[in-house]
C-alpha cells in the first residue's frame, strides 16, 4: 500500500510541473474583426477612472503568417485612439497613434507564452526592452470576477532617463484582463492600471 502511495504521489506531482509545456499559442488569443474589450482605466498621477472601449475594426492579410489588425479605442462616445496590431503564429505586437490615450503602451507578446518564458522587444547599448512570464496557470479576480489559466507577464524598458514597467494578466481565449503601467521620462508620465469590464469575441 505504501508503495502505491508514492507512486500516485510521484505521478501527481509530474502532471503538475509539466501542466504548462505547450503554453499560450497564437491560435489561444482571440483576435478578429468585431472583437471589443471594455476597461476600468485608472489614473493614479491625475486621479481620475474612466471607461474604455478597444474594438478590433479591420484586418488586412500580408502573407500566410503576417496579418494586420487596425483598432479604435472609444471613450465616452469619442475615438481617443487608433492603433495596429501585428499577429503572427510566433508574435503579437500593439502599436498606437496616441500614447497618452493608448491603454497599450507598445505591447509586445511571443508565442507561446509559457512560465518563464521571455523575450527582447529591443534595446541596444545603454537602452533595454524585456518581457518575462512571471507565473502561469494562476487564479486572479478582477473587479470580482475570477479567472482561471492567467499568464502574468511583466516588461521592464530601462533607459538612461526612462523607463516603463507594466505588469499585465493574460488569459487563453480572452486577451489581457488587468494591467498596471509606470512611464517615467525623468518624472512621471504615466501611471494607470486597467480591469476588464466586459468583453465580445466573434
Request: charged share 10%; hydrophobic share 35%; glycine share 6%.
Amino acid at each position: 500500500m505504501l508503495i502505491s502511495v508514492s507512486l500516485l504521489l510521484l505521478l501527481i506531482s509530474s502532471c503538475s510541473n509539466h501542466k504548462d509545456i505547450t503554453g499560450m499559442s497564437a491560435q489561444d488569443y482571440p483576435i478578429a474583426v468585431g472583437n471589443k474589450w471594455t476597461y476600468q482605466i485608472t489614473d493614479e498621477l491625475y486621479s481620475y477612472t474612466d471607461t474604455q472601449t478597444i474594438t478590433v475594426t479591420k484586418k488586412t492579410i500580408y502573407n500566410l503568417d503576417s496579418i494586420l489588425y487596425n483598432t479604435q479605442t472609444i471613450s465616452h462616445g469619442v475615438i481617443v485612439d487608433s492603433g495596429t496590431i501585428m499577429f503572427s503564429s510566433n508574435s503579437y505586437s500593439y502599436s498606437s497613434t496616441n500614447a497618452y490615450y493608448s491603454m497599450f503602451y507598445g505591447l509586445r507578446l511571443a508565442f507561446p507564452i509559457a512560465q518563464n518564458s521571455k523575450w527582447v522587444n529591443g534595446g541596444g547599448g545603454y537602452y533595454s526592452d524585456s518581457t518575462k512570464v512571471l507565473y502561469s496557470n494562476q487564479n486572479e479576480t478582477v473587479l470580482n470576477n475570477t479567472y482561471s489559466n492567467v499568464y502574468e507577464i511583466k516588461r521592464q524598458q530601462l533607459g538612461l532617463n526612462n523607463s516603463v514597467i507594466a505588469l499585465m494578466y493574460v488569459v487563453p481565449k480572452i486577451g489581457v484582463i488587468y494591467q498596471s503601467i509606470n512611464i517615467n521620462f525623468g518624472y512621471p508620465e504615466k501611471i494607470q492600471s486597467i480591469r476588464l469590464i466586459s468583453y465580445q469575441l466573434n
